[in-house]
């Protein structure tokens, strides 16, 4: 958190669950935190970015401001899917010692408004992340965490399976350009399942958002995939036109 210095409001935070892709791994932004372990020991462990919100700051705007400071990350997708605001939130007395040094404040209680972000790891600003102790990790690997933070990522997670079902965010997880087998790929390491090579493609292949592109692959030992594009313009005219049923 770094709230130091501003005017805060100590009972409602944003932390922010950032969803990256890469080398067919799913991978969460998490950042590195020193504390005082109850026995007054200096320990470290991982958090979510997050941060309280100022006292006239809308929430989204403070998410957005919370993932640029922390991490250098902007103009990304971000989507609110969760309050969470049970009194037990905070229990462990050290991440309560922990906010109430970082704040300078006397923290008691703590509603939070969940985020996940989607992001393009190779697009990413990686070497401010590293100064800010911020880094991808696997999202099969997480450490532990602070806080209640592992319960946020599984809700994000859920989220995250459920509106890739409904909605096709996950093109903001890949390159511009991409393939068949990259774009499957992605959805079988966010669904944790295995998908049908003849099937996914078959379905895939209906939508008219999905753009082939003049262009293959080069230098790969298989046969080379043609590359394909999402076009959003397409997709939006195509959900604004949608009435959700058949006459």
């Given at each position: 958190m770094?709230?130091?210095?501003r005017?805060?409001?100590p009972h409602?935070?944003?932390d922010c669950?950032?969803?990256g892709?890469s080398t ?18 200096q320990?470290?462990?991982h958090?979510?970015?997050g941060?309280?919100?100022t006292l006239n ?5 403070a ?14 997708y ?8 049970q009194?037990?939130?905070i ?7 922990w ?5 300078g404040?006397?923290i ?9 972000a989607?992001?393009?790891i190779?697009?990413?600003?990686s ?12 999202i ?8 209640d ?9 859920a989220h ?14 890949l390159p511009?350009?991409?393939t068949?087998?990259?774009?499957q790929?992605l959805?079988?390491?966010i669904l944790?399942?295995?998908l ?17 592109l003049?262009e293959?692959?080069?230098g790969?030992a ?5 590359y394909y ?14 009435l959700?049923?058949n006459?």
């Amino acid at each position: 958190m770094i709230s130091l210095g501003r005017t805060i409001n100590p009972h409602i935070s944003v932390d922010c669950v950032v969803f990256g892709f890469s080398t067919n791994q799913l991978k969460i932004l998490l950042i590195e935190r020193e504390y005082r372990d109850d026995s007054g020991k200096q320990a470290r462990d991982h958090k979510l970015p997050g941060d309280f919100i100022t006292l006239n700051e809308d929430l989204d705007l403070a998410a957005v401001r919370t993932l640029e400071e922390l991490t250098g990350l902007n103009s990304i997708y971000l989507h609110q899917f969760a309050f969470i605001g049970q009194p037990e939130r905070i229990w462990k007395k050290s991440d309560m010692d922990w906010l109430n040094t970082t704040t300078g404040m006397e923290i008691q209680r703590v509603v939070t408004a969940a985020y996940f972000a989607l992001i393009n790891i190779t697009e990413s600003n990686s070497d401010f992340a590293i100064k800010n102790n911020a880094s991808w990790i696997d999202i099969k690997e997480v450490p532990a965490l602070a806080f209640d933070h592992r319960n946020i990522i599984d809700r994000g997670l859920a989220h995250l399976q459920k509106s890739l079902r409904n909605e096709p965010i996950g093109f903001e997880l890949l390159p511009e350009k991409f393939t068949i087998r990259e774009l499957q790929s992605l959805y079988e390491v966010i669904l944790d399942c295995n998908l049908d090579n003849r099937n996914f493609r078959k379905k895939i292949l209906k939508s008219n958002y999905l753009i082939q592109l003049d262009e293959k692959q080069i230098g790969v030992a298989h046969k080379p995939a043609f590359y394909y594009r999402f076009d959003k313009h397409i997709y939006n005219k195509q959900k604004k036109e949608y009435l959700g049923f058949n006459f």
